[in-house]
Protein backbone atom coordinates (compact mmCIF):
# COMPACT_ATOMS: atom_id res chain seq x y z
CA UNK A 1 0.00 0.00 0.00
CA UNK A 2 1.48 3.46 -0.44
CA UNK A 3 2.30 5.63 2.50
CA UNK A 4 3.79 8.86 3.52
CA UNK A 5 6.54 7.89 6.33
CA UNK A 6 8.20 10.76 8.48
CA UNK A 7 11.72 10.17 10.35
CA UNK A 8 12.94 10.44 12.98
CA UNK A 9 9.63 10.07 14.88
CA UNK A 10 11.40 11.79 17.85
CA UNK A 11 14.38 14.17 17.66
CA UNK A 12 15.80 16.04 20.59
CA UNK A 13 18.85 18.76 19.45
CA UNK A 14 20.63 21.68 20.57
CA UNK A 15 20.15 25.54 20.33
CA UNK A 16 22.34 26.31 17.21
CA UNK A 17 22.20 22.91 15.08
CA UNK A 18 21.07 22.19 11.86
CA UNK A 19 18.71 19.50 11.86
CA UNK A 20 16.96 18.02 8.97
CA UNK A 21 13.67 16.22 8.68
CA UNK A 22 12.77 13.67 6.12
CA UNK A 23 9.64 13.15 4.60
CA UNK A 24 8.76 9.75 2.21
CA UNK A 25 5.89 9.30 0.05
CA UNK A 26 5.14 6.23 -1.90
CA UNK A 27 2.00 7.84 -3.87
CA UNK A 28 3.52 9.21 -6.55
CA UNK A 29 2.00 12.79 -5.56
CA UNK A 30 3.22 16.06 -7.48
CA UNK A 31 1.96 18.19 -4.45
CA UNK A 32 3.95 18.09 -0.86
CA UNK A 33 3.53 19.94 2.33
CA UNK A 34 5.17 20.37 5.77
CA UNK A 35 3.30 21.62 8.83
CA UNK A 36 3.76 22.42 12.27
CA UNK A 37 1.72 21.94 15.10
CA UNK A 38 1.34 23.26 18.28
CA UNK A 39 -1.52 24.11 21.33
CA UNK A 40 -4.07 26.69 20.42
CA UNK A 41 -2.69 27.23 16.66
CA UNK A 42 -3.53 24.02 14.99
CA UNK A 43 -1.53 23.24 11.93
CA UNK A 44 0.29 26.02 10.19
CA UNK A 45 2.24 25.72 6.79
CA UNK A 46 5.77 25.54 6.45
CA UNK A 47 6.82 25.09 3.08
CA UNK A 48 5.25 23.35 0.55
CA UNK A 49 6.46 22.08 -3.29
CA UNK A 50 4.08 21.42 -6.25
CA UNK A 51 6.80 18.99 -8.27
CA UNK A 52 10.44 18.53 -8.91
CA UNK A 53 12.46 21.54 -8.09
CA UNK A 54 9.83 23.49 -6.91
CA UNK A 55 8.98 24.50 -3.44
CA UNK A 56 7.29 27.65 -1.87
CA UNK A 57 7.11 29.59 1.50
CA UNK A 58 3.83 29.08 3.96
CA UNK A 59 2.92 30.77 6.44
CA UNK A 60 5.58 30.43 8.84
CA UNK A 61 9.13 29.49 6.91
CA UNK A 62 11.38 32.23 8.62
CA UNK A 63 14.24 29.47 9.81
CA UNK A 64 13.13 26.79 7.91
CA UNK A 65 13.86 25.73 4.02
CA UNK A 66 13.08 22.27 2.14
CA UNK A 67 14.09 21.46 -1.57
CA UNK A 68 12.61 18.91 -3.90
CA UNK A 69 15.13 16.47 -6.25
CA UNK A 70 12.40 14.02 -6.52
CA UNK A 71 8.83 12.84 -6.54
CA UNK A 72 9.06 11.49 -3.19
CA UNK A 73 10.85 13.17 -1.03
CA UNK A 74 10.58 16.72 0.69
CA UNK A 75 12.94 17.10 3.59
CA UNK A 76 12.70 20.11 5.94
CA UNK A 77 15.76 21.83 7.57
CA UNK A 78 16.05 23.56 10.48
CA UNK A 79 18.92 26.11 9.46
CA UNK A 80 20.02 26.94 12.87
CA UNK A 81 17.26 25.59 15.88
CA UNK A 82 15.82 27.76 18.53
CA UNK A 83 13.69 26.77 21.03
CA UNK A 84 10.85 28.31 19.33
CA UNK A 85 11.52 25.89 16.48
CA UNK A 86 10.01 22.88 19.19
CA UNK A 87 6.77 21.38 18.23
CA UNK A 88 5.39 18.39 16.25
CA UNK A 89 6.04 18.58 12.64
CA UNK A 90 3.94 16.67 9.97
CA UNK A 91 4.19 16.06 6.51
CA UNK A 92 1.27 16.00 4.09
CA UNK A 93 0.94 15.37 0.35
CA UNK A 94 -1.60 15.24 -2.23
CA UNK A 95 -2.37 14.70 -5.92
CA UNK A 96 -2.00 18.20 -8.33
CA UNK A 97 -2.91 19.85 -10.64
CA UNK A 98 -6.49 21.14 -11.60
CA UNK A 99 -8.80 19.74 -8.85
CA UNK A 100 -9.45 19.84 -5.17
CA UNK A 101 -8.09 16.52 -3.40
CA UNK A 102 -7.34 15.54 0.03
CA UNK A 103 -3.78 15.22 1.85
CA UNK A 104 -2.66 12.41 3.03
CA UNK A 105 -0.83 13.14 5.69
CA UNK A 106 2.38 11.24 7.84
CA UNK A 107 2.50 10.15 11.06
CA UNK A 108 4.53 13.05 12.48
CA UNK A 109 7.87 13.84 14.10
CA UNK A 110 8.19 15.36 17.62
CA UNK A 111 10.97 18.23 17.67
CA UNK A 112 12.75 19.13 20.78
CA UNK A 113 15.23 21.79 21.12
CA UNK A 114 16.66 22.43 24.17
CA UNK B 1 -7.09 35.43 2.96
CA UNK B 2 -8.71 32.60 4.21
CA UNK B 3 -9.09 31.69 7.46
CA UNK B 4 -10.99 28.73 10.11
CA UNK B 5 -12.41 29.58 13.13
CA UNK B 6 -13.12 26.54 15.86
CA UNK B 7 -14.78 28.03 18.75
CA UNK B 8 -14.67 25.13 20.71
CA UNK B 9 -11.21 24.05 22.27
CA UNK B 10 -12.80 21.02 24.03
CA UNK B 11 -16.00 19.14 23.67
CA UNK B 12 -16.92 16.61 26.58
CA UNK B 13 -19.92 14.31 26.25
CA UNK B 14 -21.08 10.80 26.90
CA UNK B 15 -21.24 7.58 24.79
CA UNK B 16 -24.02 7.53 22.64
CA UNK B 17 -25.02 10.66 23.03
CA UNK B 18 -25.35 13.09 20.01
CA UNK B 19 -22.24 15.39 19.30
CA UNK B 20 -22.06 18.88 17.21
CA UNK B 21 -18.09 20.03 16.55
CA UNK B 22 -18.69 24.02 14.92
CA UNK B 23 -16.77 25.30 11.87
CA UNK B 24 -16.56 28.21 10.55
CA UNK B 25 -14.98 29.80 7.73
CA UNK B 26 -14.01 33.05 5.81
CA UNK B 27 -13.19 33.97 2.55
CA UNK B 28 -14.05 36.20 -0.45
CA UNK B 29 -14.43 33.14 -2.78
CA UNK B 30 -15.56 29.55 -3.42
CA UNK B 31 -14.30 27.71 -0.60
CA UNK B 32 -13.44 23.71 -0.25
CA UNK B 33 -13.82 21.90 3.36
CA UNK B 34 -12.49 19.45 4.97
CA UNK B 35 -12.96 17.03 8.10
CA UNK B 36 -9.70 15.96 10.14
CA UNK B 37 -9.14 13.52 12.85
CA UNK B 38 -6.26 12.97 14.91
CA UNK B 39 -5.77 10.09 17.24
CA UNK B 40 -3.70 10.46 20.29
CA UNK B 41 0.03 10.19 18.93
CA UNK B 42 -1.05 9.72 15.19
CA UNK B 43 -1.33 11.90 11.95
CA UNK B 44 -4.42 13.35 10.80
CA UNK B 45 -6.72 10.94 8.96
CA UNK B 46 -9.56 12.45 6.58
CA UNK B 47 -12.80 12.42 7.92
CA UNK B 48 -14.64 13.86 5.05
CA UNK B 49 -14.82 16.63 2.59
CA UNK B 50 -17.13 18.99 0.50
CA UNK B 51 -15.94 19.85 -3.10
CA UNK B 52 -19.61 20.68 -4.31
CA UNK B 53 -22.77 19.14 -4.69
CA UNK B 54 -24.85 18.20 -2.27
CA UNK B 55 -24.49 20.44 1.10
CA UNK B 56 -24.98 17.26 3.38
CA UNK B 57 -21.51 15.45 3.09
CA UNK B 58 -21.45 11.61 4.80
CA UNK B 59 -18.06 10.33 5.72
CA UNK B 60 -16.43 7.81 7.78
CA UNK B 61 -17.36 6.10 11.23
CA UNK B 62 -20.93 7.69 10.98
CA UNK B 63 -19.91 11.72 10.56
CA UNK B 64 -21.82 13.65 9.12
CA UNK B 65 -21.28 17.90 8.17
CA UNK B 66 -23.34 20.18 6.44
CA UNK B 67 -22.03 23.19 4.12
CA UNK B 68 -24.08 26.31 4.74
CA UNK B 69 -22.73 29.17 2.44
CA UNK B 70 -25.02 31.54 4.21
CA UNK B 71 -23.50 31.34 7.47
CA UNK B 72 -20.34 30.37 6.47
CA UNK B 73 -20.09 27.04 8.33
CA UNK B 74 -19.24 23.43 8.02
CA UNK B 75 -20.83 21.98 11.54
CA UNK B 76 -19.79 18.40 11.84
CA UNK B 77 -21.94 16.07 13.52
CA UNK B 78 -22.44 12.34 14.61
CA UNK B 79 -26.25 10.97 16.70
CA UNK B 80 -24.43 8.89 19.03
CA UNK B 81 -20.48 8.86 20.08
CA UNK B 82 -18.57 6.00 20.79
CA UNK B 83 -15.63 5.61 23.39
CA UNK B 84 -13.25 5.29 20.32
CA UNK B 85 -14.25 8.83 18.93
CA UNK B 86 -12.38 10.26 21.64
CA UNK B 87 -9.84 12.35 19.53
CA UNK B 88 -9.20 15.85 18.30
CA UNK B 89 -11.01 17.00 15.00
CA UNK B 90 -9.49 19.59 12.90
CA UNK B 91 -11.99 21.64 10.05
CA UNK B 92 -9.73 23.01 7.06
CA UNK B 93 -10.45 24.90 4.21
CA UNK B 94 -8.96 25.45 0.75
CA UNK B 95 -9.65 27.75 -2.26
CA UNK B 96 -8.31 25.34 -4.83
CA UNK B 97 -5.31 26.04 -6.67
CA UNK B 98 -2.69 23.95 -5.15
CA UNK B 99 -4.88 22.72 -2.29
CA UNK B 100 -3.04 24.76 0.29
CA UNK B 101 -5.57 23.78 3.37
CA UNK B 102 -5.55 26.69 6.42
CA UNK B 103 -6.41 25.14 9.54
CA UNK B 104 -8.59 25.81 12.44
CA UNK B 105 -7.07 25.37 16.11
CA UNK B 106 -8.87 22.02 16.77
CA UNK B 107 -11.69 20.46 18.87
CA UNK B 108 -10.71 17.88 21.39
CA UNK B 109 -13.68 15.69 21.65
CA UNK B 110 -13.29 13.79 25.00
CA UNK B 111 -15.87 10.76 25.14
CA UNK B 112 -16.93 9.47 28.53
CA UNK B 113 -18.69 6.43 30.25
Known amino acids: DAEITQSPRHKITETGRQVTLACHQT?????MFWYRQDLGHGLRLIHY???????NKGEVSDGYSVSRSNTEDLPLTLESAASSQTSVYFC?????????????FGPGTRLTVL | AQSVTQLDSQVPVFEEAPVELRCNYS??????LFWYVQYPNQGLQLLLK??????LVKGINGFEAEFNKSQTSFHLRKPSVHISDTAEYFC???????????FGTGTQLKVEL
Open chain 1, 27 to 31: WNHNN
Open chain 2, 27 to 32: SSVSVY
Open chain 1, 49 to 55: SYGVQDT
Open chain 2, 50 to 55: YLSGST
Open chain 2, 92 to 102: AVTQGGGNKLT
Open chain 1, 92 to 104: ASSEGSGRVYEQF
